[in-house]
Structures are given as C-alpha cells and as structure tokens.
C-alpha cells in the first residue's frame, strides 16, 4: 500500500499569510493527488485534484505542486474561512489513502 | 447539480452488519461517475472504503474487504454499502461521493453530508 505523510501536522497562522503544506507519498503516484479542506462537522471538500488543478469554484489563493513524490498545498494569502483541517488523498493505485491530516489554527 | 444523502441506523450493535444506502439526486447514478464510501473515525482522518461503477464493478479496500459489500440499485438511483461482523473500531462518519469524472483521478467532488454510525451494545 502507498503511504502519505503530511508536515506539519499542526501549524498556526495570521489571516494574510503564506502558508504551505506538504505531502509525501512512499512510491511515485504520477501526479494522481487530491487535496482536500475539511471544517468540523462538515464533509471534506475537494480543493486540488491531479496535484496542480484547482476544482471549479475554489479561491485562485489556492494552488498546488509536485516534485517527485513531494506535493505541496499553498495558501498564498490565508483568509479567515480557510481555519480548517487539510488531507492529501493518492488516487493511483488501490487503497486510496488519505493523509494525517494538517490542522490550519488561527494565531 | 448532483446531491448524495445518506441513510441508515445510527446504532448497531457488535457483531451485527452496519446497512447504509446513498440516495443520487439532481443525476444519474448511470452516468460515467464512480461512487464511493469513506468514513472518519472520531479524531481521524478519512479512510476509503470502497467503489462501485454502474456496470456492478467494485473495488474494496484490503483491510475491509473480507466484511463489505457495496451494491448499486439503478432504478432507486442509489447504492448501497453493508458491513458485516461490525466491532467498535467500526464506529464512525460515514461518507458517501462520487468522482469528478470518469476517474478517480478528478478527485471526489460531491459528497454526502455524512451518518454517524455507533456500534455498541
């Protein structure tokens, strides 16, 4: 089974900064990778799918990368809507893992 | 735009069979999506369970297989998940959602509001 970890697991910040949050699959997953925001209570929503492609109707302050078996998730300027949970999810090859998860807290 | 709604007992008991059902609205269930369900222990992050393809085709996840079945019933429009031998571990959100596309490389773009599932005695 492919593995994610995800770094930080925590991590608290001001509305209006840079925040970055990574993922690192065990084995190459060719770019299948999904990110997703969760609020609690509330389903997980899709923000990124294929590593870089932003879902319709998600905020431009939103982006992703790769580089090998590193993903990253950006936030270029952090909003007050965007204190939540982030999972990273590989779609490449069964099971479908989710990541650990990084909890965006307000500073 | 396509709504999923989850349904089912919010209480089973230990070593009963966990029954849920995720009723499409505003689509097809038959259309070129595949449907899933993840669930999310309390204080865990999410754990893909399995999909199902109109055709009948699924895919489980190793650890759950021996205990799953997920069924589709296209004339209701909804598919289903069952659970068997459940144990506390068990206890959790359940999800149901569907894909971007004809892949699961779009991502799950819809989901359910999600079903508190306890087992207990």
């Known amino acids: 089974d492919i593995q994610l970890t995800q770094s930080p697991s925590f991590l608290s910040a001001s509305v209006g900064d840079r925040v970055t949050i990574t993922c690192r699959a065990s084995?190459?997953?060719?770019?299948?990778l999904a990110w997703y925001q969760q609020k609690p209570g509330k389903a997980p929503k899709l923000l990124i799918y294929?590593?870089?492609t932003l879902q319709s109707g998600v905020p431009s302050r939103f982006s992703g990368s790769a580089s090998g078996t590193e993903f990253t998730l950006t936030i270029s300027s952090l909003q007050p809507e965007d204190f939540a949970t982030y999972y990273c999810?590989?779609?490449?090859?069964?099971?479908?893992?989710f990541g650990p998860g990084t909890k965006v807290d307000i500073k | 735009q396509v709504q999923l709604q989850e349904s089912g007992p919010g209480l089973v008991k230990p070593s009963g069979t966990l029954s849920l059902t995720c009723a499409v609205s505003g689509g097809s269930i038959s259309s070129s999506n595949w449907w899933t369900w993840v669930r999310q222990a309390p204080g865990k992050g999410p754990e893909w369970i399995g999909e199902i393809y109109h055709s009948g085709t699924t895919n489980y996840n190793p650890s759950l297989k021996s205990r799953v079945t997920i069924s589709i019933d296209k004339s209701k429009n909804q598919f289903s998940l069952k659970m068997s031998s459940v144990i506390a571990a068990d206890t959790a959100v359940y999800y149901c959602?569907?894909?971007?596309?004809?892949?699961?490389?779009?991502?799950?773009?819809?989901w359910g509001q999600g079903t508190t599932v306890t087992v207990s005695s």
């Open positions: 999810q590989q779609l490449n090859s069964y099971p479908f893992a």
């Open positions: 959602a569907r894909y971007g596309s004809t892949s699961a490389y779009y991502g799950m773009d819809v």
């Open positions: 294929a590593a870089f």
């Open positions: 084995q190459d997953i060719y770019n299948y």
